[in-house]
Antibody
Framework: EEQLVESGGGLVQPGGSLRLSCAAS????????MHWVRQPPGKGLVWVSR????????RYAASVKGRFTISRDNAKNTVDLQMNSVGPEDTGVYYC?????????????WGQGTLVTVSS | SYELIQPPSVSVSPGQTGSITCSGD??????VSWYQKKPGQSPILVMF???KRPSGIPERFSGSSSVNTATLTISGTQPVDEADYYC??????????FGGGTKLT
C-alpha cells in the first residue's frame, strides 16, 4: 500500500525551529517530486514547498522562502521540512504529498498531516 | 502572483447536480486539479488535467475547463460528497497554487 506518514509536529515558540519528516512506503520514492502543503486553522490549503526527485531542485512559497528548507533522503525514503524563525502564521496542519507526474499539476498521494502550533 | 478564485459555498440537494467553479487568468492554458477535503482527513485528488478521474473516484465526478474558468461537477450528489473542494493549478510565478476552497453542502 502506498503511504506517506508525517511526524515532528508540535508546539514551538515564536522565533523557534521545528523539523518535520515524512516517511514514504509502497512506491518508488526516488522517482517522484515531493511537496509540503499546509492548512492554517479554519482556512484553506496553502502550498509551501517542493523538491525534485533527486533533491537538486527546490521551490518555496514566498511566505516561507529563506526560513524553511526542504530536503530528502532517497536511501531512507524520507522528505523533511526544516522550519526556522517560525511565527504564528506558520500554525497549521502540514501535509506531505506526492507529485503525480513531476510537473506540479496534481498531487495524488497525501499523508495524514502533522499539526504545528506556534505560540508562546 | 497567480490566484484562483472559488465561491465560498455551494448548496445542492441530494440526487441533484452541483457545480463548483474556479477562476483564474488564462486558466484554460493550465491543467487544473481538484481535491476533496473533509474535516480531520487528508485531501483526496478527485480530478486532474481538467477532466481526468483518478482510479477509485466515482463517475459522478466530472471536470471541464474553458477560457478562464474550470468547473467540477458532481452528478447525483450524495451526502458523502459533502466536503470542501479545492482547485489547484501550476503557474511559473507561484509554482503550485490552490483556490480558496468551496464548501459543498
Amino acid at each position: 500500500e502506498e503511504q506517506l506518514v508525517e511526524s515532528g509536529g508540535g508546539l514551538v515558540q515564536p522565533g523557534g525551529s521545528l523539523r518535520l519528516s515524512c516517511a514514504a512506503s509502497g512506491f518508488t520514492f526516488r522517482n517522484f517530486w515531493m511537496h509540503w502543503v499546509r492548512q492554517p486553522p479554519g482556512k484553506g490549503l496553502v502550498w509551501v514547498s517542493r523538491i525534485d526527485e533527486n533533491g537538486s531542485g527546490a521551490r518555496y512559497a514566498a511566505s516561507v522562502k529563506g526560513r524553511f528548507t526542504i530536503s530528502r533522503d532517497n536511501a531512507k525514503n524520507t522528505v523533511d521540512l526544516q522550519m526556522n524563525s517560525v511565527g504564528p502564521e506558520d500554525t497549521g496542519v502540514y501535509y506531505c504529498a506526492r507529485d503525480a507526474d513531476n510537473s506540479g499539476f496534481a498531487l495524488d498521494l497525501w499523508g495524514q498531516g502533522t499539526l504545528v502550533t506556534v505560540s508562546s | 502572483s497567480y490566484e484562483l478564485i472559488q465561491p465560498p459555498s455551494v448548496s445542492v440537494s441530494p440526487g441533484q447536480t452541483g457545480s463548483i467553479t474556479c477562476s483564474g487568468d488564462d486558466l484554460a492554458d493550465k491543467f487544473v486539479s481538484w481535491y476533496q477535503k473533509k474535516p480531520g482527513q487528508s485531501p483526496i485528488l478527485v480530478m486532474f488535467q481538467d477532466n481526468k478521474r483518478p482510479s477509485g473516484i466515482p463517475e459522478r465526478f466530472s471536470g471541464s475547463s474553458s477560457v478562464n474558468t474550470a468547473t467540477l461537477t458532481i452528478s447525483g450528489t450524495q451526502p458523502v460528497d459533502e466536503a470542501d473542494y479545492y482547485c489547484q493549478a501550476w503557474d511559473s510565478s507561484t509554482n503550485v497554487v490552490f483556490g480558496g476552497g468551496t464548501k459543498l453542502t
